[in-house]
């Protein structure tokens, strides 16, 4: 399977409360309406957590410990699948959508995303 993988950062002006809530609640719905007309297989919303403790993982390996909001996942059958999507009228009409409405709460430019396919190690 071939994945996206969307490493989000909120608009400046929105908490990560606001942008969890926009992002959960008004662009899932949005996503799985056009889901079909985009060939996606499976999509996945990760809501990062402020949590007291949790840099000392990034601390022990050297990151800077990247302050995202969120990560989305979105996965296709295959490379074909994920081309034709943005090959038919209605995959054209619902990217854009989607991205209309992503412009109005994800920070585009500071957001990070890239596309690959999964090697399992374990499960």
């Known amino acids: 399977m071939l994945r ?8 400046p002006g929105l908490t990560r ?11 899932a719905p949005l996503v799985q309406a056009h889901a079909a007309a985009l ?8 809501h990062s957590l402020t ?3 949790v840099f000392p993982l990034a601390d022990v390996r050297g990151s800077t410990g990247l302050d995202f909001d969120g ?3 979105l996965w296709w059958d ?10 038919t009228e209605a995959g054209q009409r619902a ?7 992503e412009k109005r709460f994800i920070d585009l430019p500071n957001s990070p995303i890239f596309l690959s396919e ?3 190690v374990i499960g």
């Not at 996206?4 to 608009?11: N, S, Y």
């Not at 409360?17 to 662009?27: G, I, K, L, P």
């Not at 060939?39 to 990760?46: L, P």
């Not at 990217?95 to 409405?101: M, P, Y």
Request: with cysteine; glycine share 8%; charged share 25%.
């Open 4 to 11: 996206v993988t969307f490493c989000l950062k909120r608009l």
């Open 17 to 27: 409360a606001e942008f969890q809530d926009y992002w959960r609640n008004h662009h």
């Open 39 to 46: 060939g996606i297989r499976k999509y996945v919303q990760s």
């Open 51 to 53: 949590v007291a403790g």
């Open 71 to 73: 990560v989305a996942q």
């Open 78 to 87: 295959d490379r074909k699948s994920f081309a034709a999507a943005g090959a």
């Open 95 to 101: 990217g854009a959508l989607l991205l209309a409405d």
């Open 118 to 120: 999964d090697h399992h």
